[in-house]
């Protein structure tokens, strides 16, 4: 299962447009997460993402997630 974020994009010079995306990460591969300012840095095995959403809201939907999967493996294994 994947969770959906908004990226703050840093640097970003090839685009007017507004700098965040929507992205969709697998909470898996989330090593740990912080607050930093008004947004929340997850920090993956390989890279840092900055995201909008506040550490509460992160951390909400990492349970929410995880919950999901655990009910899933339950039924799997009946």
Known sequence: ???????????NLYSNK?????????PIKIQAFFTEEK?????LRRESV????DYE?????IAISEK?????KRRDSR
Do not use: H
């Open 18 to 26: 507004e700098p965040v995306r929507l992205i969709s990460i697998n």
């Open 1 to 11: 299962m994947f969770i959906e974020l908004t990226e703050i994009l840093e640097g």
């Open 39 to 43: 947004s929340t840095v997850l920090q």
């Open 50 to 53: 900055k995201v909008q959403e």
């Open 57 to 61: 809201t992160v951390k909400a939907l």
């Open 68 to 72: 999901s999967q655990s009910n899933t």
